[in-house]
């Protein structure tokens, strides 16, 4: 059946969605927003009533709307180009060549062929005329988009002239979807990750670097990219950061990312290995000019992946399970992070020597990467033991796989004769130590590496490398379990499972045990390379796998444990027999001991955090030690767990008690040697919670608060201390730019040492191909480096203690205004239920994780879905309500506004929250929220929604008054013109949800699928969704 035979029972509401846009825009209301903008309110966001022109009723709805999400969705796999000519400096303001743009129209034909190929209902249907589509026909987002996609402006002067049917003349006739990809589609205009393919190809930099950083290319002077490695060096060394200090920065920085999964997560593996192929296609052609049968081939390639594509679900039928979330975030880590992890060191040292004329040498990546995909059990039931175990496996099997295909790599190009070098003792003496130890092995190789020292040395460890990853497969293959999850008794010293000998592990005498082991051989051939000249003979080869050994160790994913604190004393009171024996305290201790076996078989590597979600004082951390030491958890040389206890500080009061936690607990002589022998205490602040208690301004307060006390509580102790930022996408949790939020955070809070989440649902755009995923990594990087180096503008401290009690002051009237609304508005429940598609979400199948972590309202709602579902209502509430109105409280008293634009202009944090304001304000459209609003009563929506429209005008307004600017986001061209020109084509998914959610909740069969595809259009064109 294809997508228009799915959706041929709600034709009659297309029909009425369509009329409903159409007067939601220029109907009753005029206008958007009572401050009337060009950007806001001009005629690229307006739409003719129902008898003017458009292109073609509910043929081009559905193109420009329902399925406009594959543009959405497939542009982050797409957005290649820039991100590696910016990272190398070229940049460019010129349109695209004729080739680029020949490509750009082929790929856009094929997909049209495709979609084409798959409607096969009447040609007559195909053109049924049911009204204009919002956002188009004359003057509609049709000229404005086009427009858009050749670089020209937006206003009513830049648009091409309508043809005889209201129809832009650069348009041609009507299609059932319009192709993909083309640039002069407006899909391709306003997707980044599309346009990105189809500029200009920029000439390579041939010059080398002069001493002020720059490049001369073609007579002109090029710099850095804005936030990269190269521009944060040189931002330090004009800063008076000197090379030596900038070098041992560099040396002991420590950058880690924590994958997640989450509920709003919707993108399928499936559909993302289609897109990665189509990208590589595209790559390829962009690497050298092909011969005629390579080009018929290359499209025949392209044209099959599409094809395929447009066949394919966008979206799950069934809700994945936890293995298949693992599966997803190690498509990401195995395919593109693990290839970039010894780049990240090549960037730093090209930089280091740009800045400061001097070779900095191979330091170790700095970049390490963990994920709680199997191990969260904070509210997810499907989070069992045996997935926590199977998880750690997984990961270590992988790295196994990985570490493996280098070495065979190594082995087959390093084939040095010692016809021609002589290789030092070190390396004879290691291979005749391995000989010893694998004879059966010694002389399986003696015919095939004789004289090749280098070679055979390799292939012994390729030996021991495959006999550890057949001691990973065996184990999993047979089901060996550790018993703790089937029988756990209780005992005098708590509890015991009983041990399980590894089966047949004498066939595996000469794997590789630790990683540790393997990094010492692979030191061993760099050692003795460079000692023969090598350095141009596979030296270089072998330091990069090193370092990548180095960073994934054998479990390539360090796995991460989080529990609720509660279930964590309920284990703690079992074990001591003050308490009776629970469900959830089970499954902990049974987790804990998988860990402990994990640990025993794959290194303390594999799992060694455990997280303590909704942590209230210092007695659940001395629980959780308890806890670990009762599990096996334990090191008796060194009394300490082998454990990182990590309390997690969600709640405002959580947040404001931090400091006093972390001082009680240094105070206790167990717990502070525990950590001088862990080496740092780990302290995470979630920034979801809060901001869904108290708003986002007092949450934003709270937060900086707790970030400058910590680091001071720490200093006293004389403990180092980690901030692991739990933030999510979207600006309500701590979303927003990488860089910019790492450089406004308090100074002295990230020493070096810096750790975030990164979500589930943003994996997609920022990890998806290696360009785009190693300017991901540059932005956070550095913004980690310069924080670090204190080379970053700051206020003075005078002036930051005048602006931090500005902003509790904002922060307290937000807070009351977000209560009054969300709290203590008795029909607010009602209306959010109603107004959004939250119950919905919840039975979508796009995560393992339930929305809410027990039975109950408001308060037990995560955060996640909570703001999810503002954000396919287009409102996103979270993220602006109460800031206007604590914006004009104190902007009215006097000098109240000048101090507000001081801030702004003075201090990096106001400013960033300011900009995360702006942005959300853009992408929210407060017309179409309007049409959600009428799916509640009548008495709800009076009740709330004048509160909401009049609140999001006072942000609106007080907003652009403090940035003096005359429209949102001015001071942002790029991203105004994104936004601008994206929203028009989530806006028919938008009125198709309304439209879909009022027929499902009449009791309408059929609703569910195109229902959930407009959730997942809409979360892919307007991002920073959950």
């Known amino acids: 059946m294809n997508r228009a035979d799915q959706l041929a029972d709600h034709r009659p509401a297309l029909a009425v969605a369509i009329e409903a846009g159409a007067g939601g825009i220029d109907g009753e209301r005029g206008a958007r927003h009572v401050d009337t903008e060009p950007f806001e309110d001009g005629p690229a966001r307006r739409s003719p009533g129902p008898g003017g022109g458009g292109d073609g009723g509910l043929d081009l709805f559905i193109n420009d709307g329902l399925h406009g999400l594959l543009d959405a969705r497939a542009a982050p796999l797409l957005q290649t180009r820039t991100a590696e000519k910016g990272r190398k400096g070229a940049f460019s303001s010129r349109r695209a060549p004729s080739e680029a743009q020949d490509a750009g129209g082929q790929v856009g034909s094929v997909s049209g062929h495709a979609t084409q190929a798959e409607d096969r209902s009447p040609p007559e249907e195909r053109r049924a005329d049911l009204g204009p589509a919002p956002g188009r026909g004359a003057g509609g987002a049709g000229g404005a988009a086009d427009a858009g996609s050749r670089g020209e402006g937006t206003g009513p002067r830049d648009r091409p002239p309508a043809g005889p049917e209201g129809r832009s003349s650069r348009r041609g006739p009507p299609a059932r979807r319009a192709p993909r990809g083309a640039p002069d589609h407006p899909g391709a205009g306003h997707d980044p990750r599309l346009r990105d393919l189809f500029r200009a190809r920029e000439p390579r930099r041939t010059a080398p670097p002069d001493p002020e950083g720059e490049s001369a290319c073609g007579g002109r002077r090029r710099s850095p990219q804005r936030g990269s490695l190269s521009a944060v060096l040189l931002q330090a060394r004009r800063g008076g950061v000197t090379a030596a200090d900038a070098r041992a920065a560099i040396a002991s920085l420590q950058v880690t990312l924590t994958l997640t999964a989450h509920p709003t997560q919707a993108s399928r593996h499936t559909v993302l290995e289609k897109l990665d192929r189509i990208a590589d296609e595209l790559e390829d052609r962009d690497r050298c000019a092909l011969l005629p049968d390579e080009e018929a081939a290359s499209w025949e390639r392209i044209r099959e992946e599409v ?48 800045a400061y004329g001097e070779p900095l040498g191979m330091e170790p990546s700095p970049l390490r990467l963990h994920s709680w995909v199997g191990g969260d059990m904070d509210g997810n039931p499907m989070v069992t033991p045996d997935v926590v175990e199977d998880a750690i496996a997984v990961h270590q099997g992988r790295a196994l796989r990985l570490l493996l295909e280098g070495v065979r790599r190594l082995g087959s190009s390093l084939s040095q004769s010692t016809r021609y070098v002589d290789p030092p003792e070190a390396l004879l003496a290691s291979i005749a130590s391995d000989a010893a130890a694998m004879p059966g092995v010694a002389e399986r190789l003696r015919p095939r590496t004789e004289g090749e020292p280098w070679r055979r040395k390799l292939r012994f460890m390729e030996a021991r490398l495959e006999a550890s990853l057949a001691r990973v497969e065996a184990r999993r293959s047979s089901g060996e379990r550790t018993q703790a999850s089937h029988s756990i008794v209780l005992g005098a010293s708590g509890i015991a499972p009983a041990p399980i000998a590894p089966a047949g592990d004498g066939a595996f005498a000469h794997a590789y045990r630790r990683s540790e082991e393997l990094e010492a051989d692979l030191e061993v051939i760099a050692s003795s390379l460079a000692a023969c000249q090598g350095a141009n003979a ?255 503008e700051r206020p003075s401290p005078d002036d930051e ?103 702004y202009a003075g201090w990096p944090y106001f400013r960033t929250v300011v900009g995360n304001v702006e942005m959300v304000l853009a992408k929210s459209d407060l017309a179409i929220a309007e049409r959600y609003a009428a799916l509640a009563t009548a008495e709800a929506r009076a009740a709330v929604w004048p ?79 959950g």
């Open 538 to 792: 596979g030296e270089r080869r072998v330091k990069r796998l090193l370092a990548q050994a180095r960073a994934v160790g054998f479990h390539l994913l360090e796995l991460e444990l989080r529990a609720l604190s509660s279930d964590v004393k309920d284990a703690a009171a079992w074990l001591r027999g003050t308490g009776g024996r629970t469900d959830a305290a089970e499954r902990f201790l049974s987790a804990l001991w998988k860990v402990a076996a994990a640990q025993e078989s794959a290194g303390e590597r594999s799992c060694r955090t455990l997280i303590l979600s909704m942590t209230h004082g210092a007695k659940d951390l001395l629980e959780a030690l308890y806890c670990a030491k009762e599990s096996g958890l334990w090191d008796p040389t060194r009394e300490c767990a082998r454990l990182d206890i990590v309390p997690l500080f969600e709640t405002l009061d959580a947040l404001d008690a931090a400091p006093g936690i972390l001082r009680e607990l240094f105070a206790n002589p167990v717990y502070r040697h525990h950590v001088a022998c862990r080496g740092q205490q780990e302290v995470m602040i979630g920034y979801s919670d809060s901001g869904k208690e108290v708003g986002l301004l007092a949450a934003a307060a709270a937060l900086y608060r707790a970030q400058g006390a910590l680091p001071a509580v720490a200093a006293e102790a004389q403990i180092p201390l980690r901030v692991f930022h739990g933030r999510g996408e979207s600006v309500a949790r701590g979303g927003g730019p990488a860089q910019q939020a790492i450089l406004a955070l308090p100074p002295g809070s990230v020493g070096g040492r810096y750790k975030a989440t990164e979500q589930g649902e943003a994996l997609d755009h920022k990890y998806a191909r290696p360009q785009l995923a190693m300017r991901t990594l540059e932005l956070i990087v550095g913004g980690a480096l310069l924080h670090t180096l204190g080379a970053q």
């Open 947 to 1025: 509160k909401i429209d009049a609140e999001h005008r006072r942000t609106r307004r007080w907003v652009k008054r403090i940035t003096e600017s005359e429209r949102i986001l001015d001071g942002n061209p790029p991203l105004q013109r994104s936004i601008a020109l994206r929203n028009p084509y989530v806006d028919p998914m938008s009125f198709l949800q309304v439209e879909l959610l009022r027929r499902k909740r009449e009791g309408m069969e059929g609703c569910q699928r195109p229902l959930l595809l407009t959730i997942d259009g809409i979360a892919a064109g307007l991002r920073n969704t």
């Open 307 to 354: 094809t395929a594509l447009w066949q394919t679900d966008e979206v799950r039928r069934e809700r994945p399970t936890v293995g298949d979330e693992v599966k997803n975030v190690l498509w990401y880590a195995e395919g593109v992070l693990w290839k970039l992890l010894p780049a990240l060191p090549e960037a730093l040292a090209h930089a280091f020597e740009r």
């Open 801 to 903: 203690r005048r602006y931090v009690e500005a902003f509790e002051e904002l922060a307290a009237e937000g807070r009351r205004c977000y209560r009054a609304l969300v709290y203590d508005e008795p029909r607010f429940v009602e209306f959010f239920h109603a107004a959004t598609p939250i119950e919905e979400i919840a039975r979508l199948p796009i995560g393992s994780r339930p929305s809410k972590r027990s039975a109950g309202g408001l308060e037990a709602l995560r955060a996640i879905p909570w703001v999810f579902s503002w954000t396919q209502n287009r409102s996103i509430l979270p993220g602006w309500y109460g800031v206007g109105s604590a914006l004009e409280a104190f902007g009215r008293r006097p000098g109240g506004l000048e101090l507000l634009r001081e801030m």
